[in-house]
């Protein structure tokens, strides 16, 4: 990809020229309008038809009955922050165990409808927190894993995973804002160079997160003897340097919080 401005200074515009290829599997085509949205590793781009829909979408309704698909149609709804997530009356018995491992969202249920409050959201996030959820709830998933029989087992363990993964996501978009904006950096009370590990935590954690999901999708495949080996090997390279009781005093050490 390669661009170029037409006019080097003041109001100008850029070409960018895009491969073919590209183009065509974004299903972009000649004449469309888009808009640039800079994002945190460059810039997005998004037909001016998908903004709009965007900027409208204020509520979601769930259309999916398995739960897997439900989990996901509620992470997009949470990951853009969507208002209010109507849920047909005929779902609420497959929605209710979903939000089981969904802390943050409740399930209201009317007369005529029923919908999700998100309480988690980018106004009420406090990202420090998140870190030390997540450091202590990754202790309970190791715990959980060892104790995997089945493929059910392995889909309670993902939905906790995706959930942590989600709260993560919303944390460092928050932290993000902190570092663009130095208005709401003030209003955070830390120091830049605080706000940066935060940061350097928040992309960090995602990744031990996945390994995690690795590990409990192989322990499908390990019986007995050789899983108990497996989880010793683990606890002795985990040897707590991350305990329960410590959790809060080690996010403040690392972080200088």
């Known amino acids: 990809m390669e661009s170029r401005k037409l006019i080097s200074s003041g109001p100008s515009s850029l070409i960018i020229s895009l491969p073919n290829q590209w183009i065509k599997e974004n299903s972009l085509q000649k004449g469309m309008s888009v808009d640039l949205e800079h994002v945190q590793n460059g810039l997005l781009i998004r037909t001016k038809e998908a903004t709009k829909s965007q900027a409208k979408e204020k509520s979601y309704t769930l259309k999916n009955k398995e739960q897997y698909l439900i989990r996901e149609e509620l992470i997009y709804c949470f990951l853009h922050n969507v208002d209010c997530i109507n849920v047909p009356l005929k779902l609420v018995k497959n929605v209710s165990p979903v939000l089981d491992n969904i802390p943050g969202a409740e399930l209201k249920i009317d007369k005529d409808n029923a919908y999700i409050n998100n309480y988690l959201d980018k106004r009420r996030v406090?990202?420090?927190?998140?870190?030390?959820?997540?450091?202590?709830?990754m202790k309970d998933v190791l715990s959980k894993i060892s104790k995997i029989k089945n493929e059910e087992n392995v889909f309670e363990v993902d939905n906790i995973l995706k959930n942590l993964e989600r709260r993560?996501?919303?944390?460092?978009?928050?932290?993000?804002?902190?570092?663009?904006?130095?208005?709401?950096?003030?209003?955070?009370?830390?120091?830049?160079?605080?706000?940066?590990?935060?940061?350097?935590?928040?992309?960090?954690?995602?990744?031990?997160?996945?390994?995690?999901?690795?590990?409990?999708?192989?322990?499908?495949?390990?019986?007995?003897?050789?899983?108990?080996?497996?989880?010793?090997?683990?606890?002795?390279?985990?040897?707590?340097?991350?305990?329960?009781q410590n959790v809060e005093k080690f996010t403040k050490e690392k972080l200088t919080i």
Do not use: D
């Not at 406090?126 to 709830?137: A, D, G, T, W, Y």
């Not at 804002?177 to 940061?199: A, M």
């Open 126 to 137: 406090n990202p420090s927190s998140e870190v030390s959820h997540c450091l202590r709830s």
């Open 168 to 244: 993560l996501l919303i944390a460092e978009s928050v932290v993000n804002k902190w570092i663009e904006n130095p208005q709401e950096r003030v209003q955070s009370g830390l120091k830049y160079v605080e706000i940066t590990r935060l940061k350097l935590f928040l992309r960090e954690l995602p990744r031990l997160l996945s390994h995690q999901m690795r590990l409990a999708r192989k322990m499908t495949y390990l019986k007995g003897k050789k899983a108990q080996t497996l989880f010793k090997e683990i606890e002795e390279y985990f040897k707590p340097e991350i305990e329960e």
